[in-house]
């Protein structure tokens, strides 16, 4: 019980925080310089500039209600309701926060913005939500499909987005705004999967079980040993595969070859590890 409420606590944690740099990615920067970076926000935005007495927050819950209702009948009752949440939030943000306008500069506000909403986006999604638009599809798509990923999904949509926009403001602010969709895509990858803080290697070599042995002793991390053929001398090795920090890298490797100069090492960035001496997956 108090471990499902801390955990929901720090859903409520992430969600706020999300929506609050998301609001001032837009107001800050996005909205007063009439950057559009796709979703049901930037559909707001084109609304507005059209009809100034609608506002952007209205026009994205209105929007939003149909993929509500689909939420709640394939994603269960907590998300639906947090998504709901999230999305109610957003669009009184983005209408009554008061807040000016940072800068009129529409380079700065595409990467500034961008990455503001990107950092909130990510960040809401994390806490099991969303805020409805082009990325409660997403993670609609995403949770029914893993492989396909939300950054994909949502450039698809936002695409669409940024072509009217082109036609109701201007080609540059179109250009702009596909500078801060990569921008806000990059960005939400790295709050949603990481920044690539572990490696995993794959060492070749006829020392396994010395190799091994230190490695678990000195790093305290675990290894896995898979028998293999070499297919050009056709001698036995041993390939070990071991997840350590990035710290630690530089440390296994020392610890490589000085057990086998003649190894073979294949190093891979990883974005994330679930696990024993690393994280645990929040339930």
Not at 16 to 36: Q, S
Not at 112 to 140: P, Y
Not at 229 to 250: F, I, N, P
Request: net charge positive; proline share 3%; with cysteine.
């Amino acid at each position: 019980m108090r471990r499902k409420v801390r955990a929901e606590a720090l859903n409520s944690l992430l969600i706020v925080a999300g929506l609050l740099l998301a609001t001032l990615g837009y107001r800050l920067y996005l909205i007063p310089n009439n950057v559009a970076p796709g979703g049901f926000t930037g559909i707001g935005q084109i609304v507005n500039h059209l009809a100034p007495a609608i506002g952007v927050g209205m026009v994205n819950l209105i929007l939003n209600v149909p993929l509500f209702l689909l939420s709640l009948r394939s994603m269960g009752v907590g998300f639906g309701v947090r998504s709901l949440i999230g999305s109610a939030g957003l669009s009184l943000l983005l209408d009554y926060l008061p807040v000016p306008a940072m800068t009129d500069d529409l380079l700065l506000s595409a990467i500034f913005g961008g990455a503001l909403c990107g950092a909130g986006f990510g960040l809401i999604l994390r806490g099991h939500a969303t805020t409805g638009g082009s990325d409660m599809l997403a993670a609609l798509l995403h949770r029914r499909f893993p492989a396909l990923k939300v950054s994909v999904c949502l450039f698809s949509v936002d695409t669409l987005v940024v072509v009217a926009s082109g036609f109701v403001f201007d080609a540059s602010a179109a250009m702009y705004a596909l500078i801060s969709v990569f921008v806000m895509n990059v960005v939400m990858d790295q709050v949603l999967e990481g920044p690539g803080l572990a490696r995993s290697h794959f060492i070749i070599t006829t020392h396994g079980e010395e190799i091994a042995a230190r490695v678990m002793k000195e790093l305290d991390r675990g290894v896995t040993a898979i028998n293999a053929t070499g297919m050009y001398s056709g001698e036995g090795r041993t390939v070990l595969l071991c997840v350590v920090s990035r710290l630690e890298a530089v440390r296994l490797r020392t610890i490589v070859f000085s057990v086998d100069d003649r190894a073979f090492v294949i190093a891979n960035n990883v974005h994330e590890v679930l696990g024993e001496g690393f994280k645990r997956l929040g339930k």
